[in-house]
């Protein structure tokens, strides 16, 4: 049992919801705009680590994008949900919903142990 | 003393001190091999790329003239050195890889009862497991001896006893994964279940006595 390998895998699931909750809300997100939205919530992630799952949910048409010109340097991808994505993001936030009420009241018993 | 090299990155001309390319170069070398088995390498390295590029020129359009090694520093903590992705990803994969190798590590095939697949106690999908046949065909075969010579229940009945059924993980790797039999290893598993089916039965006969002659007193 290695302490960091499950915070991972716990991270790993709900980063996807994450980052579909950002670019929803934006409507079209920048990847260093996402990190950003991430650092604010202090969900720390390494840009290395979000441009893969980028091209997974990109790749698994959750995701696509379009190249916008910047002036700040070469031009940039704009990500957006696709319809698939939309339904995508619907099922991750009732997963969320119910395990975050299950966690929730799992911790209420343990604080009251008496109370069932 | 530095010398100042131009490179071209994400199509983007960009003038670089020496110590800070090699450790750029090293970098995204270190990338290349990280992303390795990954669906998409390719487009994830030209993102990372293109991010870097974009930083440098922020750099450059904030009044730097060159990139020097502790700007090339400064970006590589922003995308995360390979190590700290290790540690925010890549476990995953040395586990899926450890794992494989148990997986793949040869057993030998072993007659089980398969609860799971069962009709009456799983001694027929245990057989069609064993000798990677359909499980339907022993089933018949036991159903025509049972019609046909009334003897099919009996042996049926018998395996139901003497073969073991499938419960441990490891049993049932044995059962379904097992290496698959050719007529040698045949010979040789059925030596060495008739081994096992002797030590079972005189296990048997001993608790059989045991429990007679407990009877009695």
Redesign the interface.
């Given at each position: 049992m290695n302490i960091e390998n499950t915070q991972s895998q716990m991270k790993k699931g709900i980063l996807e919801y994450c980052i579909l909750a950002i670019i929803k809300q934006s409507g079209e997100a920048y990847p260093s705009d996402i990190i950003e939205k991430m650092k604010e919530a202090r969900l720390i992630v390494l840009e290395g680590t979000l441009y893969p799952l980028l091209t997974r949910l990109k790749n698994a048409e959750v995701l696509n994008y379009k190249w916008v010109e910047s002036s700040s340097g070469p031009p940039r991808k704009y990500y957006s949900l696709t319809s698939k994505g939309e339904q995508f993001y619907e099922e991750l936030h009732s997963t969320w919903t119910e395990l975050a009420d299950a966690v929730t009241t799992i911790n209420q018993n343990t604080k009251n142990p008496l109370n069932f | 003393m530095q010398r100042i090299i131009q490179i071209t990155i994400?199509?983007?001309i960009i003038p670089i001190e020496d110590n800070a390319y090699e450790r750029l170069k090293n970098y995204l070398a270190k990338?290349d091999t990280f992303?390795n088995g990954?669906?998409?390498k390719e487009?994830?390295l030209q993102?990372?790329e293109?991010?870097i590029?974009?930083?440098?020129?922020?750099r450059i359009?904030s009044g730097d003239n060159v990139i020097d090694l502790e700007d090339v520093e400064k970006v590589i903590a922003?995308?995360?050195d390979v190590d700290?992705?290790a540690?925010?990803?890549g476990?995953?994969y040395q586990?899926a890889a450890q794992q494989e190798v148990m997986i793949y590590k040869p057993i030998r095939r072993r007659l089980f009862r398969d609860r799971d697949n069962k009709m009456l106690g799983g001694v027929c999908s245990g057989m069609g497991s064993y000798f990677d046949i359909d499980p339907i065909i022993p089933r018949l075969v036991f159903l025509l001896a049972f019609l046909g010579f009334g003897s099919g229940l009996l042996i049926y009945l018998i395996a139901w006893v003497l073969v073991p059924e499938a419960s441990t993980p490891e049993e049932i790797r044995a059962m379904k994964y097992g290496d698959p039999i050719d007529t040698d290893q045949l010979r040789r598993n059925v030596e060495a279940e008739l081994g096992e089916l002797q030590k079972r039965t005189e296990k048997m006969s001993r608790d059989l006595k045991d429990y007679f002659s407990r009877k009695k007193h």
């Amino acid at each position: 049992m290695n302490i960091e390998n499950t915070q991972s895998q716990m991270k790993k699931g709900i980063l996807e919801y994450c980052i579909l909750a950002i670019i929803k809300q934006s409507g079209e997100a920048y990847p260093s705009d996402i990190i950003e939205k991430m650092k604010e919530a202090r969900l720390i992630v390494l840009e290395g680590t979000l441009y893969p799952l980028l091209t997974r949910l990109k790749n698994a048409e959750v995701l696509n994008y379009k190249w916008v010109e910047s002036s700040s340097g070469p031009p940039r991808k704009y990500y957006s949900l696709t319809s698939k994505g939309e339904q995508f993001y619907e099922e991750l936030h009732s997963t969320w919903t119910e395990l975050a009420d299950a966690v929730t009241t799992i911790n209420q018993n343990t604080k009251n142990p008496l109370n069932f | 003393m530095q010398r100042i090299i131009q490179i071209t990155i994400a199509g983007r001309i960009i003038p670089i001190e020496d110590n800070a390319y090699e450790r750029l170069k090293n970098y995204l070398a270190k990338l290349d091999t990280f992303y390795n088995g990954e669906p998409g390498k390719e487009e994830i390295l030209q993102d990372i790329e293109n991010r870097i590029a974009e930083l440098f020129q922020a750099r450059i359009n904030s009044g730097d003239n060159v990139i020097d090694l502790e700007d090339v520093e400064k970006v590589i903590a922003t995308l995360g050195d390979v190590d700290d992705l290790a540690s925010d990803q890549g476990r995953r994969y040395q586990q899926a890889a450890q794992q494989e190798v148990m997986i793949y590590k040869p057993i030998r095939r072993r007659l089980f009862r398969d609860r799971d697949n069962k009709m009456l106690g799983g001694v027929c999908s245990g057989m069609g497991s064993y000798f990677d046949i359909d499980p339907i065909i022993p089933r018949l075969v036991f159903l025509l001896a049972f019609l046909g010579f009334g003897s099919g229940l009996l042996i049926y009945l018998i395996a139901w006893v003497l073969v073991p059924e499938a419960s441990t993980p490891e049993e049932i790797r044995a059962m379904k994964y097992g290496d698959p039999i050719d007529t040698d290893q045949l010979r040789r598993n059925v030596e060495a279940e008739l081994g096992e089916l002797q030590k079972r039965t005189e296990k048997m006969s001993r608790d059989l006595k045991d429990y007679f002659s407990r009877k009695k007193h």
